[in-house]
T-cell receptor, first 113, second 109 residues
Framework: DAMVIQNPRYQVTQFGKPVTLSCSQT?????MYWYQQKSSQAPKLLFHYYDKDFNNEADTPDNFQSRRPNTSFCFLDIRSPGLGDAAMYLC????????????FGDGTRLSIL | GQNIDQPTEMTATEGAIVQINCTYQTSGFNGLFWYQQHAGEAPTFLSY??LDGLEEKGRFSSFLSRSKGYSYLLLKELQMKDSASYLC??????????WGAGTKLIIKP
């Protein structure tokens, strides 16, 4: 089935040790999003790609970077994770930016030791 | 600022009906989504409203009143598997998606 796949489901890293989360999609959607979601809070958009055009939210820390090498894959790099970065990270896709529902992967739960 | 309000938590009984409200104040409006999110899982799309009125989809219905900045999600014949958080999200005039914090729905036997 066409879907959005995130790896790994659970990631543990050490304080300050770089970590990369991955997302792939078989929907052939133009837009890919990365969200951070903490317990009982709304998902917080970090950035999105429209094709290869990268759009960073104004309040996304510089510690968070992203790469989209091709249509199917997108990566979230956290350069120096802090304790406050422990959260669920959600990847989503949509066919366009306008009025289309977003399709989410199962998320990666990141823990910081 | 932009704001979406939903009750934090609701409780209902299996087999009953529950209505989850969402009010929004956003810069423009281009549609409203409802998503379901089970604990520890990703949100899944439930419904989309852009015109006033009721959209029915099986046991779930979603209503929109743009003049009142108001929507609700109606769940009928509640089942235990409906225990989840329900998130309301609005597309503003810049086509940004503004998310509510979600309503945790607890279903009791």
């Amino acid at each position: 089935d066409a879907m959005v796949i995130q790896n790994p489901r659970y990631q543990v890293t050490q304080f300050g040790k770089p970590v990369t989360l991955s997302c792939s999609q078989t929907l052939n959607h133009n837009v890919m999003y990365w969200y951070q979601q903490k317990s009982s809070q709304a998902p917080k958009l970090l950035f999105h790609y429209y094709d290869k055009d990268f759009n960073n939210e104004a309040d996304t820390p510089d510690n968070f970077q992203s790469r989209r090498p091709n249509t199917s894959f997108c990566f979230l790099d956290i350069r120096s994770p802090g304790l406050g970065d422990a959260a669920m990270y959600l990847c989503a896709t949509s066919s366009t930016l306008r009025r289309q529902p977003q399709h989410f992967g199962d998320g990666t739960r990141l823990s910081i030791l | 600022g932009q704001n979406i309000d939903q009750p934090t938590e609701m409780t209902a009984t299996e087999g009953a009906i529950v209505q989850i409200n969402c009010t929004y104040q956003t810069s423009g409006f281009n549609g409203l989504f409802w998503y379901q999110q089970h604990a520890g899982e990703a949100p899944t799309f439930l419904s989309y409203n852009v015109l006033d009125g009721l959209e029915e989809k099986g046991r779930f219905s979603s209503f929109l009143s743009r003049s009142k900045g108001y929507s609700y999600l109606l769940l009928k014949e509640l089942q235990m598997k409906d225990s989840a958080s329900y998130l309301c999200a609005v597309i503003d005039s810049n086509y940004q998606l503004i998310w509510g914090a979600g309503t945790k729905l607890i279903i009791k036997p």
